[in-house]
């Protein structure tokens, strides 16, 4: 018993430990920006990377998710007393909400959150973070800010996933004979809430923060050779779906509670 409480506060201060490490990481970020010129090729090429390249399966996932989303409403939603356009009114609630928010950003935590974590703690294997270091550059600023801004694009692709997902239920909804195309149409008119879409932008804003900075530190501070990456770049999805559940609860909570 006295071995286990030992390990437990091990861990619990490890932990703490890598807080602190996470927020120290965050203050040298902003410390001794890189020159303008070299700072704007980067973002570009970091929205390149992490939004342009991951919007394939963001409307694939989307689109398909917001049929499932219908046809399961629809088979649930059985009785005649109910009426059809209920069938659109949640499946337009479920993907605004959490689908294309919450769902999405795990999605993008395991494709854009694995390619930082190993861009980045290929860098520092490779020893090219210490030639950054040497050559007298921030190499925190060079390499995170560029991806923190990239990443405040996101809600873009989450407004174009928003849209998929409700063409997608509609699709199905119409050629699954669930439901007409008015009735489904006049579901999703129903009882909208503008501070809903809100909502879920501002969620998407914090995710897209933790997605950026969250793999940067472990890519930046792992220790090892290739191995090590492999491990650094699954940890930090894991890690990084964890922030995202929690503070998705916290917003939820905080903004609709």
Do not use: C
């Not at 409307?59 to 629809?74: D, E």
């Not at 809600?155 to 199905?172: H, N, R, S």
């Not at 995202?244 to 905080?254: A, G, R, V």
């Amino acid at each position: 018993m006295l071995f286990l409480h030992e390990e437990v506060y091990f861990y619990s201060m490890n932990y703490i430990a890598s807080i602190g490490s996470y927020f120290l990481m965050l203050r040298e970020v902003l410390k001794k920006p890189t020159k303008w010129p070299v700072m704007k090729s980067l973002i570009l090429k970091e929205i390149d990377e992490l939004i342009f390249n991951s919007m394939g399966i963001i409307i694939f996932i989307s689109f398909f998710i917001g049929g499932v989303v219908t046809i399961q409403t629809a088979l649930n939603l059985n009785s005649p007393l109910i009426p059809k356009s209920l069938i659109g009114f949640a499946t337009r609630q479920s993907v605004i909400l959490e689908f294309a928010p919450t769902f999405t950003s795990i999605i993008m935590a395991g494709k854009v959150g694995s390619y930082i974590t190993s861009s980045i703690g290929t860098m520092r294997v490779t020893e090219q973070i210490d030639a950054l270091e040497v050559m007298g550059v921030n190499s925190l600023n060079y390499l995170v800010f560029p991806k923190i801004i990239a990443m405040l694009i996101y809600p873009f692709a989450i407004a174009i996933a928003m849209y998929t997902g409700i063409l997608g239920g509609w699709i199905a909804g119409v050629i699954g004979g669930f439901s007409s195309s008015a009735d489904f149409v006049k579901g999703v008119q129903l009882d909208f809430i503008p501070f809903h879409v809100t909502y879920s932008f501002i969620k998407t804003i914090v995710f897209a923060f933790i997605i950026a900075t969250v793999p940067s530190f472990h890519g930046y501070y792992m220790k090892g050779g290739a191995l090590e990456v492999g491990k650094a770049s699954t940890t930090a999805f894991v890690w990084t779906s964890v922030v995202i559940i929690i503070l998705n609860y916290i917003l939820t909570q905080l903004l609709l509670g």
